[in-house]
């Protein structure tokens, strides 16, 4: 692959540990968004928004590129850096690489004539985060139960990538694995791969026995009538992007302990996360042409 020039506008630790990578592999790399990082980034910062964008071939942002539409999610920066002085500073020969694009964005994107593309629809790239998904999920249920997984009654809402790892992670553990899923091919997957199979019109009857619940699926699932059949002792983790898959104010009503856990890549292995970023965006450059 030719050697290219990257833009790295906000984000978290992977953001940081991304920009080291593609320089050691003499990559030119400008930053913006990280003055209140409060740790030596490695890397001068840019002066402005437009210094960082301008004359680079291509613009990574952050994963979620933004919590709410208006904002780059940019958690290390003075100030807030808005979506539209993104785009406006893109030039047409630029292309956008980003995590979690929502339509609003990407409506944006086509206002501007910017070609973005959105990492987390990289299949490769899905695959790979749901490891450190997977496995900051596991370190939080540790930190938080008294009691050890292994013979623990567990339920993985969702058989997708984040699914599909978690449970094979807390079989190995020897947790007492139950799977949701709404399919019936999931359903004979999961039972094939040793788990436990829960059909979700028979969720209901499952929740009472769980000593923790691990959702995947990004919609409210988990509404007041299933949170009353469960446990107050349980403890249920939501993976979910938002709005997540828990009704968390009535959750709050009953008493449970729920923990909404996003971004978990970025506080649990941002090096890794960081390389599985750098590889995917390699492999875009190459399919586009080097």
Known sequence: MTKKSFSIIGGDLRSIKLANLLIEDDNKVKIF??????????IAESDSLFDAINQTDIVIG?????????????PFSKNPIPIYDVFSNIKDNQLLI???????????SKEYNVCSIDLLNREEMAILNAIPTAEGAIKIAIEETPTTLHNSNVLVLGFGRI???LARMLKGIGANVYVEAR????????QSSGYIPVPLDDLANYLPRMNIIFNTIPHVILNYDLLYRIDRDCLIIDLASKPGGVDFEKARELGLNTIW????????APVTAAKFIKDTIYNIIEELGG
Request: cysteine-free; overall charge neutral; hydrophobic content about 40%.
């Open 98 to 108: 980003a995590g979690v694009i929502s339509k609003k964005i990407a409506q944006i």
């Open 183 to 190: 399919k019936y091919s999931d359903l004979a997957w999961i």
């Open 261 to 268: 856990a996003l971004s978990l890549p970025g506080k649990i």
């Open 33 to 42: 968004g990280f003055e209140n990082a409060g740790f030596d980034l490695g």
């Open 163 to 165: 699914g599909k790892t």
């Open 62 to 74: 952050p994963i979620p590129f933004s919590n709410d539409n208006e904002n780059l999610n940019a």
